[in-house]
């Protein structure tokens, strides 16, 4: 019994051996092998980066966006925007939004300007110098609505293709709809030769008066072309001729009277650009 006992206490103290290598003694780590069934760490590598295809997705974020925003553009950076894609021509469907837009806001802009009825008082004051071109204008309006304007101390000068110098102490205009337009002056003077006319023609004028009070109406029709009468207390002449469009345009004053007029292609509408 003391044998087994010391059989089993013999055995005990035997070093552990290695099965798999047949080697006895202390034990050791295990080497880090890869078996079947193991499951290692895999790193994997780094992405590559492609600068232009990271440009071009940040290009295509940013028209998406823009076109969902539009409407939050102002006024100037608007047109800005229509301008450098008609220039670019890199995104037909965006320039057509923008123009969209641009036509909404002015169908709003306009059927709000054609309710405002009332008359706004108080004066306000204009003037501006184009050294460039030679040009110099102000006045002050003491009362403006969408059918005409009162102004005072009211000036122009110019040197170039016009030279020209005017004013009036006292001027209103006033549009009756169809009507036409009818423009009043107190103590006004004028004194001009160039090519550009008051008819908005391109031609040849000379001009020289000097008037108390004067009155003229300019009526246009659809087709484009106007008819003009006027009379003033005053001295002095004028006569312009020209061509708009595809009409061509007179307009002669001696004396108290004042008539003119331009011809006009069906269907083209023509304005009159007023004094």
Avoid at 90 to 110: N, T
Avoid at 217 to 237: L, N, Y
Wanted: hydrophobic letters at 30%; proline letters at 3%.
């Amino acid at each position: 019994m003391g044998d087994g006992i010391s059989g089993i206490s013999s055995r005990s103290r035997e070093p552990t051996c290695d099965e798999s290598t047949g080697v006895c003694g202390a034990r050791t780590e295990d080497p880090q092998v890869s078996r079947a069934g193991d499951v290692e760490d895999f790193y994997p590598p780094p992405p590559k980066i492609d600068a232009a295809k990271n440009a071009e997705i940040a290009r295509n974020m940013a028209a998406a966006n823009t076109t969902t925003k539009l409407d939050e553009l102002t006024w100037t950076a608007l047109r800005k925007r229509i301008a450098d894609l008609e220039a670019s021509k890199s995104d037909p469907a965006q320039l057509a939004a923008c123009k969209h837009e641009l036509q909404r806001r002015q169908g709003i802009a306009a059927e709000q300007a054609g309710n405002v009825t009332t008359t706004n008082y108080g004066s306000t004051a204009s003037g501006d110098v184009d050294r460039k071109n030679g040009v110099a204008n102000g006045k002050i309006v003491l009362g403006t609505n969408r059918t005409g304007s009162i102004e005072v101390g009211s000036f122009g000068a110019s040197a170039g293709t016009n030279t020209e110098a005017n004013a009036a102490a006292v001027r209103y205009t006033h549009q009756w709809s169809s009507a036409g337009t009818t423009t009043v002056e107190a103590g006004s003077a004028k004194a001009s030769i160039g090519s550009l006319n008051s008819d908005g023609s391109k031609g040849f004028h000379v001009a020289l008066q000097a008037n108390g009070v004067s009155v003229e109406h300019t009526k246009t029709t659809k087709e484009g072309a106007s008819v003009t009468a006027g009379a003033r207390a005053g001295d002095g002449f004028e006569l312009s001729f020209g061509f708009k469009g595809d009409g061509m345009c007179v307009r002669v004053g001696a004396g108290p009277i004042t008539v003119g007029g331009c011809t006009g292609a069906p269907g083209q509408q023509a304005t009159w650009s007023g004094k």
